[in-house]
């Protein structure tokens, strides 16, 4: 028994760090693109077109001169779910500097994910 109370605790531990690590990569991320982008011209190396939930066309190339920060998540992922509320948090304090797009992973229908979204 006590293993197991170690080794909970240490998963714990792990997927606290991980996703304080992630939370600090995407927080550096949006701070060097910004210098990355005018440092040489990506205007055709990172380009690509995707549907939003609502069927709309997203081209990452019509963000380009902003820091963009992708997320890439999916309704069955917890840790996923556990780092939304920083990134609601970062966003909110940085959406008019930084550009967010929040691509999920799921085969499902976009009405699951806009519903995972919403809650």
Known sequence: MRKESIRK???GEYFGWAKNCAVL???VAAVMSGSLANAA???G???FTLSDVNGKEVTLSDYLGKPIIIVFWATYCPT???EIPDL???YNKHK???V???LALDKKPSEKIIEFAER
């Open 45 to 47: 190396t990172l380009n």
């Open 100 to 102: 967010f797009l929040s």
């Open 96 to 98: 008019s500097d930084v």
């Open 9 to 11: 605790k240490e998963k």
């Open 88 to 90: 609601v948090s970062f």
């Open 80 to 82: 996923c779910k556990e």
């Open 41 to 43: 011209d990506i205007t």
């Open 25 to 27: 990569f995407l927080i």
